[in-house]
């Protein structure tokens, strides 16, 4: 398959995801960066901008198996990896598995849940398995997290450890919508979501193909030192305690691959790299004074902006 044609199917996929996420076209392109380069995304702001509708939006729209694990306080591990019973007749234990084994898995307020049972969803989301009773389950291709939370201020939530925060392909933040665009989504949800009524317009298949395909596009080598150098930065920043680590940059570079076949390209250019370097970078750092980076978005972003500005494009 060509980028050309690979890029075609991505396009139609963004305009099917667009028919429910209205006025945030910015928003649905860089959801589609973190599936082609088949990784995670963690949609952040306040309640009640469709942080949820995109994620379901994003999951229907492929052919794939879903579940949508709502985050509470109570919540288990079990819950979403799943647990063994026991098999009285046939003398055996059971395995039940979990709404993690889904192709698309929209985590739903993530962090209102503790620690313990985010931890559930690192094995899964780094290694694509999980562990279970010392026996190791692969998941299905393509799987992928869509991860929303709310801003850590708000009552009720935990700070996402940085671990696994580093396992989130892009920290994205959903926005409020504009007054039209604000005005046709009173329209559209007269009856009920639009969303209910989305059709999928590419298969698995389909997806595991582009996201292999993207892993071919042409990184030259001073895109490559540029790409270095904002990673070096972060490190020797006096703003940053921590900078970016090496799983970070090559999350940057497959980023990178993935937008340039969005855009029907077989190469990277320097834009591809300076346009997502905050949103795949920001969240991945610590704070000179203490604080995490990655819980305080504002000033992660605005430090991560600076950084970006500094540096010469090749």
Not at 12 to 19: A, F, K, S
Not at 100 to 107: C, E, Q, R, T
Not at 191 to 202: F, H
Not at 233 to 250: E, F, N
Request: proline share 5%; charged share 20%; aromatic share 6%.
């Amino acid at each position: 398959m060509t980028t050309t044609a690979d890029s075609q199917l991505i396009t139609q996929l963004i305009d099917n995801v667009g028919q429910v996420v209205l006025g945030k076209r910015d928003v649905v392109e860089l959801c589609m960066v973190a599936l082609v380069a088949g990784e995670h995304i963690l949609l952040e702001d306040v309640p009640g901008v469709g942080k949820t509708s995109l994620g379901r939006a994003l999951s229907k729209s492929v052919s794939g198996s879903f579940a949508r694990i709502q985050f509470t306080p109570d919540l288990l591990p079990a819950d979403i990896v799943g647990s063994s019973t026991f098999n009285s007749g046939e003398n055996r234990f059971d395995f039940h598995p979990g709404p993690i084994f889904n192709n698309f898995v929209l985590g739903d307020e993530i962090n209102r849940a503790p620690p313990r049972t985010q931890a559930a969803l690192l094995e899964a989301m780094s290694d694509r398995q999980v562990s279970i009773d010392g026996e190791t389950r692969d998941l299905e291709a393509p799987f992928m997290v869509i991860a929303t939370q709310n801003p850590f201020e708000f009552e009720g939530t935990y700070s996402l450890p940085e671990s696994q925060l580093d396992r989130f392909l892009l920290r994205i933040s959903v926005g409020y919508p504009d007054r039209d665009a604000e005005m046709q989504i009173l329209e559209s949800h007269r009856n009920a979501s639009p969303v209910n009524d989305l059709q999928s317009v590419l298969t698995t298949q389909q997806v595991i193909e582009i996201q292999r395909a993207a892993r071919e596009i042409r990184v030259e080598n001073s895109l490559k030192q540029y790409l270095l150098e904002l990673v070096h930065r972060t490190r020797d920043s006096r703003h940053l305690r921590v900078g970016v680590s090496t799983r970070g940059a090559i999350q940057l570079y497959h980023a990178s691959q993935a937008r340039a076949m969005i855009n029907g390209r077989d190469f990277v250019t320097p834009d591809d790299i300076k346009s997502l370097a905050v949103p795949t970078l920001s969240h991945r750092v610590l704070m000179a004074s203490g604080g995490s980076a990655g819980n305080n978005r504002k000033l992660g972003e605005e430090i991560l902006a600076g950084i970006v500005d500094e540096v010469p494009i090749p």
